[in-house]
T-cell receptor, first 115, second 115 residues
């Protein structure tokens, strides 16, 4: 596709359920990021993938959060046993720059609401 | 620890005015700086990327400058239009002996251009 694609655009779930959020980066982009934007807060880094290298998971807030990237393309962010504080917009971005240092392009985000 | 601040938090101007948005960062060791706009309920749209060796970048009515030594960047918008109304975010990529994986975002400036 022409841009970064994320699904679902909106997800409402009950506390304790697991959710999966999907990101399809721009074709040819080797680096992929997940960020979280909570209401009234800035963007919070979650995880970074670059090619076949081990991901940088340093931003994941707890072990309930995990992410994978299959075939160097599509990524899935999984939140297990969701809590109300997980409610936020989850944004995915990709870049083509060497070492992932180029211009970042973001998707429209997945808005998660945990009841 | 790198911190990014944007002032003002909100700005309202009449259509046609030229305006300046400010971004400051506490650590001058950056690899690059990127400006984004975010419309309500949407993802981030990249506006300009300035590498640490550059002083400014221009795109249409937008001009971004970078003064790394003083930890400041400005986004100049010429002849503002109602369609420019959005939240503007700046983000720096720290350089600690090499570019880091994560961008550090400011909390944004909410711009309203009145027709």
């Amino acid at each position: 596709g022409a841009g970064v694609s994320q699904s679902p655009s909106n997800k409402v779930t009950e506390k304790g359920k697991d959710v999966e959020l999907r990101c399809d980066p721009i074709s040819g982009h080797t680096a992929l990021y997940w960020y979280r934007q909570s209401l009234g807060q800035g963007l919070e880094f979650l995880i970074y993938f670059q090619g076949n290298s081990a991901p940088d998971k340093s931003g994941l807030p707890s072990d309930r959060f995990s992410a994978e990237r299959t075939g160097g393309s599509v990524s899935t962010l999984t939140i297990q046993r969701t809590q109300q504080e997980d409610s936020a917009v989850y944004l995915c971005a990709s870049t083509r720059g060497g070492g992932g240092t180029g211009e970042l392009f973001f998707g429209e985000g997945s808005r998660l609401t945990v009841l | 620890k790198q911190e990014v601040t944007q002032i003002p938090a909100a700005l309202s101007v009449p259509e046609g005015e030229n305006l300046v948005l400010n971004c400051s960062f506490t650590d001058s060791a950056i690899y690059n700086l990127q400006w984004f706009r975010q419309d309500p309920g949407k993802g981030l749209t990249s506006l300009l990327l300035i590498q640490s060796s550059q002083r400014e970048q221009t795109s249409g009515r937008l001009n971004a400058s970078l003064d790394k030594s003083s930890g400041r960047s400005t986004l100049y918008i010429a002849a503002s239009q109602p369609g420019d109304s959005a939240t503007y975010l700046c983000a720096v990529r720290p350089n600690y002996g090499g570019a880091t994986n994560k961008l550090i975002f400011g909390t944004g400036t909410l711009l309203a251009v009145q027709p």
